[in-house]
């Protein structure tokens, strides 16, 4: 009889074991997936949520979705998102960089609307060097050439300077690839401690301090080269937007004389290039 109790009583604690690791698997699936739903902006979103996310941006990352999903319409055609155009357009004026991030590149999918126009013109002397680089491309949709001195910043580097006087610990080396806020290096002072952070995406091209060394605030600390989506974007736009005088900072790349473009990136130099020289030479740019 005993042995018999023992096997009910083995069997009952496996069953329970069973489903206590069964709740565990569908956590495992579950758990990611609902993160991932509130975090992925490809979910479609209702009018209602759409409204409630543009309107409330103490959380970024939901009005970001909105922004999104209101571009995504744009492209489609539907014109009924035109009723948010203007808190679109005021979102130009957000605290938060990555909004204005967002709401400038989903301006420039309506090159007919005056107020996108002009608060896209406001967002070319945003702080943030993003924000800018957005503004210009979406500038390029409406035929505007305002943001061409943005465009051609970006096929050089960038300069990254110390925000703080004190010793200098990289935590990156040459060549390494960064994204937009990842940590470059930090300057100790005594007990304090402040990050450098990456102000884009790009490629480490080099240091222009030695690690350990004392560096003093706005001190250049290290060249960024630019990411090659950056590059290709504003190759991209200049075809449409420059000009002659442009020609000799865009040559290098079309030449193959720049060991980081890609044959992706030196193809669309040399077509910009063309379109140029075309513009150039045609009667009407005469």
Request: aromatic fraction near 6%; proline fraction near 4%.
């Amino acid at each position: 009889m005993s042995v018999s109790e023992n096997e009910v009583r083995v069997e009952h604690q496996r069953k329970r074991a069973s489903r206590t690791l069964a709740v565990v698997a569908i956590l495992l699936v579950v758990i990611p997936f609902l993160f991932w739903r509130d975090t992925w902006f490809g979910r479609p979103l209702s009018d209602a949520e759409l409204t409630k996310y543009i309107s409330d941006t103490t959380k970024p990352r939901q009005t970001q979705h909105a922004l999104v999903q209101i571009g995504e319409r744009m492209a489609r055609g539907d014109t009924s998102v035109s009723r948010w155009y203007a808190q679109v357009a005021g979102l130009a004026a957000s605290v938060h960089s990555e909004i204005r991030v967002t709401a400038a590149w989903v301006m420039g999918g309506d090159s007919r609307s005056e107020e996108f126009h002009k608060a896209l013109l406001k967002l070319l002397s945003d702080q943030d060097a993003l924000v800018r680089r957005n503004a210009a491309l979406s500038l390029v949709r409406f035929g505007d050439a305002s943001g061409k001195p943005e465009l051609l910043k970006i096929l050089h580097a960038s300069t990254v300077r110390s925000p703080y006087n004190g010793q200098i610990h990289f935590r990156v080396k040459q060549s390494d690839p960064v994204e937009q806020g990842s940590v470059l290096a930090e300057i100790k002072a005594g007990d304090q401690v402040v990050e450098v952070r990456a102000p884009l995406p790009g490629k480490i091209q080099m240091m222009t301090v030695s690690q350990g060394a004392q560096v003093a605030s706005r001190q250049e600390i290290l060249a960024l080269s630019p990411a090659a989506e950056h590059l290709w974007e504003a190759l991209r736009a200049l075809y449409l937007v420059g000009s002659a005088e442009d020609a000799a900072e865009i040559e290098p790349f079309a030449s193959g004389a720049v060991p980081e473009a890609s044959g992706e990136i030196q193809q669309q130099a040399q077509l910009t290039l063309a379109e140029i020289r075309r513009r150039t030479k045609s009667p009407r740019s005469r």
